[in-house]
């Protein structure tokens, strides 16, 4: 890989990161379980992608 798709990986990786704490926080917060649910589905699917992103390197 180029040094210049090295940093689109790390940054790829440090925005899904960011998402997945973030849904992660909205599901412990909400208080409508319908919503919490659907929090945790996408922290769950932002984790899956930062693992792929994750298994380039």
Do not use: W
């Amino acid at each position: 890989m180029s040094p210049k798709e090295l940093l689109y990986i790390e940054d790829a990786l440090g925005h899904t990161q960011f998402l997945t704490q973030q849904c992660r926080e909205a599901a412990r917060t909400l208080r409508d379980p319908a919503l919490a649910r659907q929090a945790q589905s996408l922290a769950d699917s932002n984790q899956a992608l930062f693992n792929r992103f994750y298994n380039l390197v």
